[in-house]
């Protein structure tokens, strides 16, 4: 009997002793968050939200009356719908015959005693929350959201691309190392929550299946939060999918290996994390305890770097099968540069076309080198302004169902939160159909474009003459870039005609001649007829070439997160630079 009484006392010890081993390793918190994510990506395939969107594409038209409809009837008696006399307006042409196009003042004021509490102004009741979008670098924008539409936005979206995901790569899903900056909610004083874009908060429950090893802190800086969660993922050599919001943070991941290797294979070898960053003791007993020393992997890796960084990823990670990140106007480069050298071979996939105002589209071919989106009909109703109409101010537009394959449009949105025919200021190309909707790609947002006389140069544009360019000066490869009208310069731009002033990091060159920096407005006049013209007749003067360093970049990201309040990794890099700040910030990093 006593002896029972023992052996279970015994077994009990042991019991007890090896689960607080488990609990000490982080085992456990890996198992129970494994089995959330496998149940929601159950859920996920039984719910099959790709039919929805089948539906939603062969009756596009129909689809998209009826939710003008709805939206119109829904909001009758807010103030902006009795002001506009929205219970008038029964069907779409009457709707595009008196309401006007708008652009964001139009909403400022709205926007902002909505904020302060005032209901039923834009939309019905009181938003869920109101989203901080800062779109190209310049001023942030405040956009209101429902809880109904953040779970449509979930459901439309979200769902439809995991789902694309989980057949083309089964199982990836539940292998992913997300690269993010934890944020914390502020609030208005209403009590409405302010959430950057794009945020989980406008993604759904990912958070809670994709937990982060590290809860936001104030005392660990952007690198050392960067740098935790590169070691976890560097452990995990199954790692089947590698995400973050934009490509920029990306690039800056892979540089952060390329040069604190050694320091990371020591990380992972004793199983703590550097011993350099000044943690408060509780933060770094959390994170130590759930790293493991794994000598082997470290000499893995070890192994691997010495070979260099040209397709490391896949080294690294031979499993990996998709890097997902959102395109912005300005990510090509990065984009561009990732594939050529750290991510050789693997592909990139875009999934979402989405803004802080609206779900535009979903990409359903990861592998396709060019993002393309179906347009979602129950999203929001979409117009669309020919191009060629895009700088008047009240143009004619067309309707879902009268654009035409290869032809380039202004996308206008009415969602379902307040905002009525909004010029996104996207320029869009309709590359083919989805049943009845169009499939696009988004060739260049309005805000981007570089102008000091009326000659409208886009970002892609710009991008192409400065490739040109580069490729003159022997041995240059570019980094990064970014440009600004000499005009927001204020006293920096020395007082002479208008130009365009531009910075460039570049590998292989220390320094570049009058000559060769005089060459990129050569090549500018030869692809822009109006610049050309501008410049012979010297009302614009000739380009600026500056050099500056790739870390350069990353602070005028910080500086422009900083101005709207917003985390880091929400900022989409843009290399046209609308701000006085931020184009000061770049100048003063200026080598030569
Ligand atoms: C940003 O806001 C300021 C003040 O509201 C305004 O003067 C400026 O024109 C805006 N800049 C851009 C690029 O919209
Ligand atoms: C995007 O950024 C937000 C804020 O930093 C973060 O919470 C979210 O996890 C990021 N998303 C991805 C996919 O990394
Ligand atoms: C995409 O791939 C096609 C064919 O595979 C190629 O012709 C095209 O140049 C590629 N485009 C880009 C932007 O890489
Ligand atoms: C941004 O703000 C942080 C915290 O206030 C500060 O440490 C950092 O220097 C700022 N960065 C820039 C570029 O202004």
Known sequence: MISLVVDTLLLG????????????????KEWTTGLERKRFLNSLSRKNYGKTLDYDTSNAQDVQTSLLQEILRKHQNTEYGQKHNFKDLIDVSLFQKFHPLTQYSDYENYIQRTREGEENILLQGKPQAVITTVGALANSSLIPISAKSIRERFLQGTAVYMEVIQSLFPGALEKVARFAFPSSDSQSEAGIPNIPYPSDCVFGPLNKIYPSQISPHTSLTHYEMLYTQILFALKDVDLRIIEANYSWVLRHVFSIIEEHWESLIKDIQKGHLNLDFKLPLSIRKHIEDSLVPDAARAEDLSIQFKKGFCGIAKRMWPNLQVV???????????????????????????????TAEGLCGVNLWPLKNVSHYVLCPSSAFFEFIPVDSSDQEQPRTLCIQDVSESKAYE??????????????GDVVQVIGFL??????????????????????????????????????????????????????????????????????????????????????????????????????????????VYLTSPKSFLKLIELAANLSGIPLDCVPFSHTLKKQELVECIWKQVLS
């Open 13 to 28: 010890a042991i019991v007890i002793f090896l689960l607080f081993t488990l609990w000490r390793s982080g085992r456990v």
């Open 324 to 354: 997902i990140a959102m395109e912005s106007g300005g990510s090509d480069l990065d984009k561009q540069i990732l594939m050529d050298t750290f991510c050789q071979g693997i592909p990139f996939y875009s999934p979402l076309y989405c």
């Open 411 to 424: 996308l206008v949105i009415t969602n379902k939160d307040g905002l009525y025919r909004y010029r996104l």
């Open 435 to 544: 049943n009845h909707s169009p499939i696009l790609e988004v060739l260049y947002r309005k805000s981007q474009t570089l102008s000091v006389r009326g000659e409208y140069i886009t970002e892609s544009g710009f991008y192409k003459s400065l490739l040109q360019t580069v490729a003159m000066w022997p041995g240059a490869s570019l980094l990064n870039y970014c440009c600004a009208d000499s005009g927001i310069m204020g006293p920096f731009s020395g007082g002479s005609d208008p130009h365009y002033q531009v910075f460039v990091a570049l590998k292989g060159v220390r320094d570049l001649s009058e000559e060769q920096r005089y060459k990129l407005d050569q090549t500018l006049q030869e692809h822009f007829s109006i610049y050309k013209s501008f410049r012979f007749k010297g009302s614009i003067g000739p380009v600026r």
